[in-house]
């Protein structure tokens, strides 16, 4: 009789920590969809506001073409 308690006890439990899990997944999958979307709306503003800043200088001492949210040139190390 107590083995038989037992064992319903245990398949009891499982099947509770079975359903849980699956739960749980299903919420992790809809809060990373969710993430995601968030992360590419987000991308998307910076990008927009990169390229509203963004341009083209040239440098002072060598006078080649950098991007203008560089503070110093790439070339050859000169500040703004």
Do not use: W
């Not at 990169?50 to 500040?79: H, I, M, W």
Request: net charge neutral.
């Amino acid at each position: 009789m107590e083995s038989t308690l037992i064992i319903i006890l245990l398949a009891a439990s499982l099947i509770f920590n079975i359903v849980t899990m699956i739960l749980v997944i299903g919420l992790v999958k809809k809060n990373k969809s969710m993430t995601i979307t968030e992360e590419q709306n987000h991308s998307v503003e910076a990008k927009k506001q990169y390229v509203e800043e963004s341009g083209v200088v040239f440098c002072r001492n060598c006078a080649n073409q950098f991007d203008s949210t560089l503070n110093v040139c790439p070339d050859c190390k000169t500040a703004r």
